[in-house]
């Protein structure tokens, strides 16, 4: 497994998810570098420690593809694909995509922004494609992203305090040995860093590309491990509500919130509403 970051100029995700797909797919398709159809996950990531927008995205590749043949072909060792050529594949995909999507008027620049201009500065500017393997394995890669896949910017954990109006929450100075300090922020900023990174309606975080597309992943999957000589995977159990809130949460929702020591069950399942009360 390979792991790619991938930091752009501030711009529309519409535009990156088409580029980033067809450069990790053009590069793995073309025999020079892989020939084979490889397993992607893209992952979006929008903010830093302290709440600010720093919009990347975390690519984790397989080390190798599945060949048009049904066989199993694996990464060159400790080589995926050129980072340079990726950079500048990736740029040329995206401005592309960008100077389409303002032309259709699908995308629209603030006032006094001049398209000719914003397409010749990005054009100038060296993009930074990031590829490097995992240094403890792909399952400590996963971990750590997955932290940042199912919530937003911040955790309860990191919150301190809310006092005169101002809300107080722990952050990580990477610059500084990973120091923890306390930042505290008006409440009216503190909102307004957090709503940065909520995902506008039909954005999504997570996409997967090649073997895991979802239209034919089963297959793909399953002809991938037959390639490897790997048992199919065992079934994972579905998990309950509740398990899930106690294990991501830590926190117990069927014990009785007043006494703390009764447990709560289930009496009735009440139909659900389809439309206003026909009384007030």
Not at 75 to 94: D, E, M
Not at 215 to 229: T, V
Request: overall charge positive; glycine content about 6%.
């Amino acid at each position: 497994m390979r792991s790619t970051l991938w930091r752009r100029p501030r711009a529309s995700t519409a535009c990156c998810s088409p580029a980033r797909r067809k450069t990790l797919l053009t590069f793995a398709r073309d025999p020079k570098w892989l020939g084979a159809e490889p397993a992607i996950t893209i992952i979006l990531h929008t903010w830093d420690q302290r709440l600010r927008a720093h919009r990347h995205v975390h690519c984790l590749i397989s080390g190798g593809g599945l060949t048009s043949e049904g066989t199993w072909v694996n990464a060159k060792p400790h080589f995926l694909f050129p980072v340079r050529a990726l950079s500048k594949v990736f740029r040329g995909k995206f401005i592309a995509a960008l100077a389409d999507g303002l032309n259709t008027g699908a995308l629209r620049l603030l006032p006094g922004q001049a398209p000719d201009a914003l397409l010749a500065e990005l054009t100038r500017q060296d993009w930074v494609v990031y590829a490097k393997p995992p240094f403890a394995g792909p399952a400590q890669v996963l971990a750590y992203l997955g932290r940042y896949t199912h919530r937003t910017a911040i955790g309860n954990q990191r919150l301190v305090a809310l006092e005169d109006g101002q809300v107080k929450f722990r952050w990580r100075d990477r610059a500084h040995a990973n120091k923890v300090r306390v930042m505290a922020l008006p409440a009216e900023d503190f909102i307004h860093r957090f709503l940065l990174h909520v995902l506008p309606k039909g954005f999504q975080r997570i996409r997967h590309y090649g073997l895991l597309a979802n239209r034919h992943k089963a297959a793909c999957l399953a002809q991938a491990r037959s390639a490897l000589n790997l048992p199919p995977p065992e079934p994972v159990a579905k998990e309950t509500v509740a398990d899930f809130a106690r294990r991501v949460l830590g926190v117990d929702i069927l014990r009785c919130p007043v006494c703390h020591e009764g447990r709560m069950r289930q009496m009735e399942t009440l139909p659900r509403s389809t439309g206003p009360p026909d009384h007030v």
